[in-house]
Structures are given as C-alpha cells and as structure tokens.
C-alpha cells in the first residue's frame, strides 16, 4: 500500500508545469481574483494545485481504485471544505486559522463528514463532506437537481433557527457550508444532526466544542452622503480575519420599492463580495421616507487604511452605481472604537438573542429621557440622527465633543402625530445627558437643548453585568 502510494506522489511530482502558466493555474484556483493585496499561493503550494487537478480528473472517470481514493485523501486542502467556498474561508483556512475536526459517521449506506469550522465575530460556519462513491451516476444527476438535506443545529443544547446552506458537487462528494451569522457566546458545544440527506432518513450527528477568535476591529464611521430624495449613511463597520461587514442605511422615497446593494473598493480594486442583503426596510410616513438597513460582507485584506463604499441601484437585473453617494472611511488604527464585549443569552422561545451592553445603554437612556421630557413618550418613534439629513447630521456630529472617553452615541425620539417636532439625546461618561429639541421649519433646526444628570456609563455597565450573571 505505503509502495503505491509513494508512486503515486512520485508521478504528481514529475508531472511538467511551465512557469509561465503557474500564475495562471494558481489565479483560477483562488477564484481568478486579479488583486494582490491577499498573496496568492506561492509556488510551495504547485504540488497541491497539481493535485487538485488530477483529482478532478480520476474523480471524473469511471473508476478509480481504493488505493487512489486513499491517496486523495491525503493531498493537501482536499480534507478542507471551508477553503473551497469564499475568498475570506479560503483565507482564514489557509493561515491556519480553522478548527479541523475530521469526524465521520455512517448510516443507511451515507457517510457524512465534518471536515472542519470556523467562528469570528462576523459568523460562524461548519463544513460537511457527504460521499457519494457508492451512487450511479445517474442517482448523483438527481441530487444536483433537487439535493435535500433535514438537519438541526444547536448552541449548548438550545436550537439555532437562523441558517444559511450552500452546496456543490466535486467528483464523488458534495461539499456542504452551514452558516450562522446571529451573535453567539464566545464559547460553546455545538450539535449538528442530519435526519435525511439524499432522500434517505437517518442519524447523523456531530459533537463540536467551539471557541471565538477574538481577533476583530470596529468602526464607527458616523458618515453620510446626500443627493435628490437619496441619503447613503455608514453606521458600523468591523474587520474579522474572515470578512469585512459593513453596516449601512439608505434613505429614499417613501414605500420605494427600489433594490440596493453594496459596493466597496480599495486602492482603486473592487473587493469580491462574500454577501449582502436587506435587512429592514422602515417606512416613516411623517417624514416620506423609507430606511434602507443593508449589511455586506466583503473579503479580507491586512493593513487596509482607507475603503470607499458605493451603494448601487438594481434594475433588471442590472447593477447602476451611484458613485454621488459614496463615502470614503478612513480605517486608520486611531479611529478604532473600543471592542464592545457582547453577551448572548436565551430567548424563552430558546433563540439565541444578542444582549448587547450599547442596547442596554439606550434603554436607560431612553428611560431617562422619558422621565425628563413633559410630553408623552408614547408618542414618540425612536430613529437614528441621520434621518434629519445629512448636512444636519454631519454637522451634528462634527459638533460633539472631542474626546476619548466612552460616551452612549446620540439616538433620536420623532413625534409620530406632528412630523414636524422631535428630540435628540446623549450621554456622556460621568452621566451627563444632553438633550435637544428640534423643530422643522424649511429644514431642521435645534430650538432648546439642556443637560440632566443621570446614571454614569460605569454604573450602567454594573448593572448590566449584574443582570446578565443574573440571567445566567
């Protein structure tokens, strides 16, 4: 066995590639992507492109015997089905930075394999390998066409309703990504069981314990741009080894029924985008205006200082930029705010709810506002500063004080009866709340504003602990 083997290395060895098709053969394998910030594999890594290649066709032949199927599995990155999905999987797989688990389990015929996982800030993703060798190659046509699989997944024992599934064939396997991108404690065990995969019911679960990497940058850029009836604002941004995700809000029309997408480019390169979508869609009648929420996903690029981000219209089917409202971030180590220590806890439907400690802050926040103001809080709709505008919030903002102390970001109250009357508050680190009220005359105007005393950021922070060990 261990002769044909090394034969077979051997032959993989010798096989000629000319140096001038090498950057060509290693750009496709990485998705052909034409950038360089990322390096692309370098020529260790030849052996491993050959093979896939060879593997792609013995797997596409009629036949192939147990020995070469023994052998393939040894071939570097084929055990990895997180590197062949994105860019950003494919990096974090490659720099060592994936959880291998290599489990496999049998039922009714179906082998099913776990290969390996990866959890940062951004999301978390499990990849699976189900064999197909014992299937005709007319069952496997089948799958392709309609490939069904029943499975749960839970987060110390609770389920996880919220999940993403992608799949394809390569030679006799199907490649599986599952991916959760809800928050979810910096430690857990996580249970996958399938119950049905190619129309065969059955048990198949995998045990896994899983850890964060903590490694994360977030920004706050608190930047707008405004053209006509359209205003494009960045609200938050973080930087993961496996994504850049950014958060965004687009003001239209009201009940538009526009479709947007995201757009960010680096040193005059497109970054390949991992994902994006909508994700609220508020309409604010007393003002005729739609919010746009939409997050992206973006690969990941070390050292990056400045992006520019572009929001773009969708109509048939066709993408149009409207390169008016971009805005570009300075992504500069200074302007990286404070990590916010996330907590996760139970919903008593058992879905996992994010309990964040700025959520937290605004609702004391909120609470103390209401208890200041004469009028009715019921009456009011919360809403971010940049609904009055961009030349109002801008300025607003540029209008803050200067300083390195935490402090619980401006958040505004609209008066949901008389368009025309609302409230913008914040608080600073020793407690200190900053009321103003606004007034829309031809545009929007501060016309009082004071300050009031209130809980201090720290005996907030206390007393979210406290609630949070309390809530187990």
Known sequence: MNNEINQFHKKVEEIPVPDEELETVISSSIKNTPRKTIPLRNKALISIVIAATLFCSLVGSAYFSPVVASV????????SVLSHYDIGLEYVSRNNMTTEIGETVTDQGI????????YDYNRFVIGYVIDLSEKTEKEIDSFQEIFRST????????????????????????LGLISVEQPLPEKFTAQLTFSEVLWTSGEWSFNMPVERNNTIAIYEPNQTSEIDDYQFAINELTTTPSTIVIDTEITTPLYGEDKFDLEI????????????????????????????????????IKGIEEITVIPTLITNMEQEQLSDLAI??????????????????????HSLRKIDFQTYAWNVLEDEWANYVPSDPAQYQHAAVTVFGGEFSSSFYRSLPQTDEEMIKPTA???????KEAYIIYKEFDGTNHLYQLTEKDEWEIVNQATFKGKAIE?????????????G
Do not use: C, M
Not at 339 to 346: F, G, N, Q, R
Not at 461 to 470: F, G, H, P, V
């Open 72 to 79: 393939l599995q040894q071939i570097p990155g084929i055990g």
């Open 111 to 118: 082998s099913i394999t776990v290969t390996d996982i990866y």
């Open 151 to 174: 499975y749960q997944l839970t987060i110390d024992q609770q389920p996880v309703s919220n999940l993403d599934e992608s799949w394809h064939r390569e030679g006799d396997s199907l």
């Open 265 to 300: 480019y680096y040193d005059g390169e497109k970054l390949e985008k991992i994902d994006s979508k909508e994700k609220k869609r508020l309409h604010l009648s007393p003002f005729n205006k739609d919010i746009v929420r939409l997050r992206g996903a973006f690969e990941p």
């Open 328 to 349: 570009t971030v300075d992504l500069a180590p200074k302007n990286i705010v404070a990590i916010k220590k996330d907590t996760t806890s139970l919903n008593k439907d």
């Open 413 to 419: 109250f609209i008066n949901k009866a008389n368009e």
């Open 459 to 471: 005996a907030i922070r206390e007393a979210y602990q406290l609630e949070q060990a309390q809530n």
